[in-house]
């Protein structure tokens, strides 16, 4: 069986105190738990079997329901005409063989795991034995002092990495330990006494389900009909959900034959058909949330009601399809009838006036009526009703969402355009996906409108068809993100590095490179670029000792900082053996006058220093490590000429430091700084980047040109 794990309540019959095991269940699950597991080792089978039982009536289908090591308890109370999902077996309990067996394929079994010997146990049974494991202690609890050693976060992450199965992280485990768990891999948060001991359990579930939700991309199913125009239906659902944070999934209810001037024809495939859709998905992916919309007929919608019945997602958002734009209606007497049941196992209703109309049979004559009606169905059916205003006369086009004893109301002025084809699917399944992202009902509506509304405006930029156009879904994130695609930094890397490769051609190809390569450069003409690049490091220091300033974390102060302090202890110390060996470094040292091309170069850096941006300026410093490391490890390796390697080289020293592994090592920090802040960057400032690099590796080039 593949469940929502995600928060998963043991119980303990000590931690929940005066308010008893039931009570903090039906809180638990009114708050969000989707997997609920009777834990009482000193109860007997029967009244075990018995706590089932009641555990089942407080439950009433809205979380599965388990039982630990108990299989002939669980089996009891499903004697007994109760609802028992299914088990969850210790290493020594009964076996998960005769468990599967006598449960059947469509329960839910799961096993404790710790160890690589569990794993491979696992492993070796057959396939479909086992749906998920529950691996731990995370850390140390009281509420199992018999644990293992605890695994910490780390390793439960490598035994994740190795389980083919969903691993539920159990033991110790607290609310503030959600996104590291996510992110390591569990499929859900198992916990005791963070539920159990609990002020509030209700509330503190929904904290655990919202701080769950919002750590990971939900998988949000839309159930609907297909429209070929793209702008309303299945289609409409797809890029809504894309548009909110969500990955979209489909189950298409009904063709249709339709563009932007209305529908010609429809056709519903079996009601079988759809079934097997909806098994095929839930039967491989755990669904946060379902938005659900056209639904033709009462066979339709009764296999999704025993569709829902059965995987019980979290989230259920129905857009009632009832009412064409024509206004008739579009489903009969007993698929009416079908619908009001479906509207039963909705979290919230997406109604617009007319549906509002049908469901409540009631008129209203202004919006006061119509938040009334929205109460009286709420009230009948348990469920939020998001009521909109956007068929009402006048200038305004309000939204409010009623119910849980509440009325919360989002006005607005009326969006002055034709484009509206489609805005029903659209705003009901950006609804689930916020939802489903852990916003609350109020937050949910309140993003998922002013999404809309921003794709209301935008919808003319469009121009598709010729009657009421769709809406336009990613209009803001064209706006605010573009098109561009933000590369990785290892594609940075290498892009930059074949964008200078004529340069490191013609650097290799320079007469004062091939002429210190083979020994035959003129000292004179050496000692030369020597004072030059004596001036030039000393200012360059300045720039890494910015960079240093400027960087953003505490690892990246302490490179450069080194790095300016080596240009100055290190490098330029070498220098002064070669141009004034008497007195070390001294003002002697910088005697030169500047010469164009290093002026000209020093103006650069200074420049990106003085920009104040951090990633533009280490960009601009990159060329010096990249290009000396490459250069001296081709030295060193003979693409020169063996003589370049030889110790009776006559500048055998200077050449040492091109090679020097010290250097190579600083270099591939520097890149990878670099290469990070690039891909982090937006389009414009990885651009800039860019040619702050370019620029300095050519500075580079005319450094070298010596004659």
Known sequence: MNADLSLYLVTDRMLCGDRGVSETVRLAVDGGARIVQLRDKEATDAETAARLIELSQVIDGRALLMVNDRLDAALAARAAGARIDGVHLGQGDASVLRARAELGPDALIGLTANSPEHLEAVLAL?????????????????????????????????????????????????????EELRDAGAAGLAVVSALCAAEDPAQRAADFVSRWRAAGIPRVLSIAGSDPSGGAGIQADLKSIAANGGYGMAAITALTVQNTQGVRAVHVPPAEFLREQLDAISDDVVIDAVKIGMLANADVIRAVASWLDTVRPPIVVIDPVMIATSGDRLLDAEAEQALGDLLRRADVVTPNLSELGVLTGREFGDWEDALAAASVLSGAIDARVLVKGGHLDGADAPDALVGRGAIVEFPGPRIDTANTHGTGCSLS??????????????????????????ALRSSDELHVGRGHGPVNHFAGLWRRGGLETAP???????????????????????????????????????????????????????????????????????????????????????????????????????????????????????????SGDYAVLIAAVLPCFWLYTDLGRRLHAGD???????PRHPYASWLATYADPGFAIATERAIGYVVTAAAAADGERRRRMRREFVAAAEHERAFFDLR
């Open 429 to 454: 399944s950006a609804l689930a996906t916020r939802l489903a992202r852990g916003e609350s009902p109020a937050e949910a509506v309140g993003g998922s409108r002013a999404w809309l509304r921003e």
């Open 640 to 646: 020169f000429g063996a003589y370049a390697s030889d």
């Open 126 to 178: 057959p396939a479909g034995t086992v749906d998920y494991l529950g691996v731990g202690v995370i850390r140390p609890t009281s509420t199992k002092p018999d644990h293992p050693p605890a695994l910490g976060v780390d390793g439960f992450r490598a035994f994740a990495a190795a389980s083919p199965l969903p691993c539920v992280a159990i033991g110790g485990v607290g609310i503030d330990d959600t």
């Open 488 to 610: 990785s930094a290892a594609d940075i890397r290498s892009d930059w590095w074949r964008g200078i490769a004529g340069i490191r051609r013609d650097i290799d190809e320079l007469p004062f490179i091939r002429a210190l390569a083979d020994g035959t450069l003129d000292r004179e003409l050496f000692l030369t670029y020597l004072a030059q690049d004596a001036l030039y490091l000393r200012e360059y220091a300045r720039v890494l000792a910015e960079a240093a300033r400027l960087a953003p974390t505490a690892e990246e102060q302490g490179f450069w900082a080194e790095s300016s302090h080596g240009s100055i202890a290190g490098e330029l110390e070498l220098h002064a053996t070669w141009l004034t060996p008497e007195t070390g470094i001294s003002a002697a040292t910088f005697a030169a006058e500047p010469s164009a091309v290093n002026a000209a170069y020093l103006d650069h850096l200074r420049a990106a220093a003085f």
